[in-house]
């Protein structure tokens, strides 16, 4: 079992930058991909961005490339969502997202451990 513990976000204006956290936990945590998928009102949820357990893969959806990046820390325990030139269409509640596999990395079904979720609001 793996629990995720997300935070960070809250509101900015547009152009402004925010910064998530996800901390993983839990016996079953070794050698996972982790990533970030949102949901904003009224749509699905789409992947943002995920990492390979070594940070040596990473994808990022169209809409935040060379705005966000993902990272995480040298324990492989926590990953960061830094978002910059925050735009109104960036609002919505943030997931952290884990699973053993970094494939197929934007189906919702591939991810097996989700976070709770943190809003994410951008004012314009």
């Known amino acids: 079992q793996v629990h995720l513990a997300e935070s960070g976000g809250g509101s900015a204006q547009a152009g402004g930058s925010l910064g998530l956290s996800c901390a993983a936990s839990?016996?079953?945590?070794?050698?996972?991909?982790m990533g970030w998928f949102r949901q904003a009102p009224g749509r699905e949820r789409e992947l943002v961005a995920a990492?390979?357990?070594?940070?040596?893969?990473?994808y990022y959806a169209d809409s935040v490339k060379g705005r966000f990046t993902i990272s995480r820390d040298g324990a492989k325990s926590t990953v960061y969502l830094l978002m910059r030139s925050l735009k109104p269409e960036d609002t919505g509640v943030y997931y952290c997202v884990a699973d053993r596999r970094l494939t197929n990395v934007e189906e919702i079904s591939n991810w097996d451990y989700w976070g709770l979720g943190t809003q994410v609001t951008v004012r314009g």
């Open positions: 839990g016996p079953s945590y070794d050698n996972f991909a």
């Open positions: 990492l390979g357990w070594y940070a040596d893969s990473s």
